[in-house]
């Protein structure tokens, strides 16, 4: 039987980089080093949902961490902007959490901490926290040393060092003194 792998289309993986058994990666990805890619992830899956192509690539910095079944979708780019191909980019020290999800076409700068879910072409800054359960509306940015607590739904743009809970927009003392 022996273990269980699955990659396709142009998968590369820096140094040090660990994929458990049954982890899923779909290409074009490049992935830097000492990345870790527990059982049942899925980078670079695909809907077809309204006729959604595939259109772009994955980039993933160093020291990021995916946990079980969490799910990076493939970029579509921008249908009237010529075919003009997308990018799904991921900082380095991310950690996803278990089964959260990062849609396409989405920037996730470095040092966040992702429990949520993320749908099309969001922004989340360097250092913001986005509990489970939180899901981003499209083309949302969350800014940097931000939170976003369980169980929010995001629609406007979460400024940097507040804290959001679905109603309040909050100023959050802690992370400023970070």
Wanted: overall charge positive.
């Amino acid at each position: 039987r022996g273990v269980r792998l699955h990659f396709r289309d142009n998968v590369l993986l820096g140094a040090g980089c660990e994929v458990a058994e049954r982890a899923i990666l779909h290409g074009p990805i490049k992935a830097g080093e000492y990345n870790r890619f527990k059982e049942l992830v899925m980078i670079g899956g695909h809907s077809e949902h309204r006729g959604a192509v595939r259109n772009g690539h994955i980039i993933i910095g160093d020291h990021c961490t995916f946990e079980i079944s969490s799910v990076v979708l493939a970029p579509r780019g921008c249908k009237g902007n010529m075919g003009q191909e997308g990018v799904t980019r991921i900082g380095s020290h991310v950690f996803v959490h278990m089964r959260a999800q990062i849609s396409h076409d989405c920037v996730v700068e470095d040092h966040v901490d992702l429990a949520g879910e993320l749908t099309g072409f969001c922004h989340v800054m360097q250092n913001a926290k986005i509990m489970k359960g939180a899901i981003l509306h499209q083309f949302t940015t969350v800014g940097s040393g931000a939170f976003v607590a369980m169980g929010s739904r995001v629609c406007l743009d979460v400024l940097p060092f507040c804290a959001f809970d679905g109603n309040m927009l909050t100023l959050d003392r802690v992370a400023l003194r970070r």
